[in-house]
């Protein structure tokens, strides 16, 4: 089993929709979890980083973790064409630094 | 902020050969910095953990002689694929840790295409 499992998709949404986007893990001792973007050919992006459990929210995007059921999302409100990337979930142990990356969500939002 | 830049953007080069990829953070100090390596519609594989001043920390599998990682300073790394041959081809992604969002962050430059023939 992977320490962290994500949907590769591919997830098909028309424009405008709300977009959720899930990773579970299976090591209690994440502490930090992060979502990026990812181009086609390009470095991943920073969109949200979170500490321990909760919401954060910035912009049309809301990142939730809940460490009970070692489960995180991403949504995305009011999604765009420009939203089509893949997206990826990374975690980490405190102190550690080094990230455990989901396989990505490969996302398309149709115009 | 939290900028980092790559050079090569691509390369392209001859079996045998060695390349080396830069890898800078522009606007804040990165006493860490990471090598990933990309294959298509796949995720991120660390190679190495890079700390300014000392010897980088190879992952399992990863051989230290044929990827070669110098953090000279506290915003460039540099990674050398020493005789490369085809089957390096691949993108190959630096990360700096540190800049804005939290310590834990890790930002990442454009990556750098290997394309060796």
């Known amino acids: 089993q992977k320490e962290v499992e994500q949907d590769p998709g591919p997830l098909s949404v028309p424009e405008g929709a709300i977009v959720s986007l899930n990773c579970t893990y299976s090591n209690s001792a994440f502490q930090y979890f992060m979502w990026y973007r990812q181009y086609s050919r390009k470095g991943p992006?920073?969109?949200?980083?979170?500490?321990?459990?909760?919401?954060?929210?910035?912009?049309?995007f809301t990142a939730q973790v809940d460490k009970s059921?070692?489960?995180?999302?991403?949504?995305?409100?009011?999604?765009?064409?420009?939203?089509?990337?893949?997206?990826?979930?990374?975690?980490?142990?405190?102190?550690?630094?080094?990230?455990?990356?989901?396989?990505?969500?490969r996302l398309k939002v149709l115009a | 902020g939290a900028v980092v830049s790559q050079h090569?953007?691509?390369?392209?080069?001859?079996?045998?050969?060695?390349?080396k990829i830069e890898c800078r953070s522009l606007d804040f100090q990165a006493t860490t910095m990471f090598w990933y390596r990309q294959f298509p519609k796949q995720s991120l594989m660390l190679m190495a953990t890079s700390n300014e001043g000392s010897k980088a920390t190879y992952e399992q599998g990863v051989e230290k002689d044929k990827f070669l990682i110098n953090h000279a300073s506290l915003t460039l790394s540099t990674l050398t694929v020493t005789s490369a041959h085809p089957e390096d081809s691949s993108?190959?992604?630096?990360?700096?840790r540190g800049g804005g969002a939290g310590k834990e962050t890790q930002y990442f430059g454009p990556g750098t295409r290997l394309l060796v023939l």
């Open chain 2, 91 to 96: 993108f190959y992604i630096c990360s700096a």
């Open chain 2, 8 to 19: 090569p953007s691509r390369v392209i080069c001859k079996s045998g050969t060695s390349v």
């Open chain 1, 45 to 60: 992006e920073l969109l949200m980083y979170t500490y321990s459990s909760g919401n954060k929210e910035d912009g049309r």
């Open chain 1, 69 to 105: 059921s070692k489960y995180i999302s991403l949504f995305i409100r009011d999604s765009q064409p420009s939203d089509s990337a893949t997206y990826l979930c990374a975690m980490s142990r405190s102190g550690t630094y080094k990230y455990i990356f989901g396989t990505g969500t």
